[in-house]
């Protein structure tokens, strides 16, 4: 019985728990990469979009929001922004009205250059060699899969 106890305890800690770990690590990353992005004048998530369009220009806001993970009434106010920074534009579907697409402007363009160097700072400060990136990024992206078809 105490055995079990303590393997619960033990469990039950919050350094051994996966979900924090990638919690603070999301966190820690967040704060490292604000000061870089201050200078594109980018919020995080904003960052992530624009990553996301220098991948793929004109998405629907729902195709968007699937790839990124995130639901309307969160994404809408973050591509408001990015439009009044002039980084992308909103543009209604011909056929389907309801549909609008995202499409990057020239300035959103030309911002793809400028953030070259972000992920150079998530490099410096890992203290990780390129291969050691990629393998963790894939481990994290396989588990987020594992996780997504559990729920």
Known sequence: MRSTTQA???MLKLDN???FAVYSASLAM????KPVLEKLQLTYPQYLVMLALWEQDGPTVSELGERLSLDSGTLT???K???ANGYVARVRDVA???RVHITLTAAGRRLKARAANVPECLMAAA???VPELISLTQQIQSL???IKKAV
């Not at 967040?30 to 990469?33: I, P």
């Open 77 to 79: 106010p973050l591509l």
């Open 8 to 10: 619960t305890d033990e």
């Open 127 to 129: 203290q990780c060699s």
């Open 30 to 33: 967040t704060r490292l990469y």
């Open 144 to 146: 987020r899969d594992r």
């Open 17 to 19: 728990q996966l979900c």
């Open 96 to 98: 389907d009205e309801r």
């Open 81 to 83: 922004r990015l439009e």
